[in-house]
């Protein structure tokens, strides 16, 4: 990177600076436009030393999260597995073992509340955190202390509390020249990367507007079994309750908010927002929400979201500017429609585009990850997140009140969530669906 790349610079642009995706810069900020030469995202990352990793959290995500890690490049290895259920732990290690030929030794996999002390402990190079969110903070803190490189999923809160600490402990990671990766891979996408880079250089103009969607169908849910303990219910169903995941808008429509946050590269001063529980089955959560962002300059970025079967699905993002728009993957647009700019795509012998030939940026964010550790460059992309993860979080909140919150009020907010204590038994928290307008 040049001399002249300044903190805020590199975590505005995330890992695509950090892994070497854009040389050369000037500052916008003085009227000079970057100059900006994308080169080629790797395929597989480059060799060097084995590096070992833990996983901490053996469900679908993170045994997910551990396959894209082997697949990444050479000489990875995951050595150590953490989990509350042992069955979890027994599940990833097959998967891992048919999917990887990996095999994860007995003495390395741990079983508790305190598994994530264990895994951090037993001798690995990277620790990969794919709890439900709750536990993020506290698990990103220990590794971080310990030195490890860290993979997490996001989102990587559910509360301000939770956020701020995330944030304070990427600057430390900084400050020990740790890498930091996070699960928000559409910064590791390679269209909506190339999209990025034209609209950053002017190709709509200013941008004045964008909407952001994740509508989908009812997603997957556990009903209580026989025996299990409340908390073990809560946490094999963590989705559906607000302090495990912090609903559906921080935990999934969070990917769409870190695109508006990546794309018009500031983060809202006031929300308003309205949402509603229609069909949901299990939890406290709402299952629609739609949020009203207002940035510091009068800007406006509408985001909508929505878990129910039966509804018009629309997984997206528009971002407008003075000149045109984009959805922010692949196409660019004139101010009358007229597609100006089109992402190219690897093409078959035939001249046919084929967009399933791309690296996945389930894997990309891995080698650009490992890329970083072994060539010793900064990256750490855990404070950008943790500020979109505050955007989705200020969202709930006015959702759920029915009042406007301000970024200076989630920043000062002592809300936390969840227990005091854990242990399979009774979960002392409340457990009521938010009635907005009552508080």
Request: hydrophobic content about 35%.
């Amino acid at each position: 990177m040049s001399s002249d790349y300044n903190r805020r610079e590199f975590l505005g642009l995330g890992a695509i600076a950090a892994a070497g995706l854009i040389v050369g810069c000037g500052t916008k900020n003085d009227g000079i436009k970057r100059k900006m030469e994308a080169v080629k995202f790797l395929d597989q990352a480059v060799d060097g030393k084995e590096l070992k990793a833990g996983l901490i959290g053996c469900g679908g995500r993170g045994t997910g999260a551990a396959v894209d890690f082997l697949r990444a490049g050479k000489n990875l290895k995951i050595v150590a597995l953490g989990d509350v259920f042992k069955d979890r732990i027994d599940d990833c290690r097959r998967k891992l073992k048919e999917s990887q030929n990996a095999e994860v030794a007995d003495e390395k996999c741990f079983v508790g509340f305190d598994a994530f002390e264990k895994v951090i402990d037993s001798g690995v190079d990277i620790i990969i955190l794919a709890t439900p969110p709750h536990f993020r903070p506290e698990h990103f803190a220990a590794a971080v202390n310990a030195k490890k490189h860290v993979f997490m999923e996001k989102p990587v809160a559910v509360d301000p509390v939770g956020a701020r600490s995330v944030i304070a402990t990427s600057k430390k990671a900084e400050a020990l020249g740790l890498v930091v990766g996070t699960g928000t891979q559409r910064r590791h996408q390679r269209d909506y990367v190339a999209t990025w880079k034209e609209i950053y250089e002017g190709a709509i103009g200013e941008v004045v507007g964008a909407n952001v969607y994740w509508n989908q169908s009812q997603l997957w849910y556990r009903t209580p079994q026989k025996g299990m303990s409340e908390m073990e219910a809560m946490i094999r169903d963590w989705v559906n309750w607000t302090w495990l995941s912090g609903d559906h808008i921080v935990e999934q429509h969070v990917h769409n908010l870190d695109v508006a946050a990546w794309f018009t590269e500031k983060y809202p001063t006031r929300a308003v927002g309205f949402g509603s529980r229609q069909r949901r089955v299990t939890g406290d959560q709402y299952d629609n929400f739609s949020i009203d962002f207002e940035y510091d300059n009068g800007m406006h970025v509408h985001s909508m979201c929505r878990q129910i079967n039966g509804c018009e699905n629309n997984v997206s993002e528009i971002i407008m500017g003075t000149n045109g728009y984009s959805n922010c993957r692949n196409e660019i647009f004139n101010s009358k429609g007229e597609v100006i700019w089109k992402y190219k795509y690897p093409t078959n012998e035939k001249g046919e585009e084929e967009t399933d030939k791309m690296i996945s940026p389930y894997v990309q964010e891995h080698i650009d990850m490992v890329t970083a550790i072994r060539n010793n460059k900064p990256y750490v992309e855990a404070e950008a997140t943790a500020k979109s993860t505050l955007c989705a979080i200020m969202g709930r909140m006015s959702a759920y009140t029915g009042k406007a919150v301000t970024w200076e009020e989630v920043m000062n907010s002592d809300l936390k969530l969840g227990p005091k204590e854990y242990k399979l038994g009774n979960v002392d928290i409340p457990k009521i669906v938010p009635v907005p307008g009552t508080v």
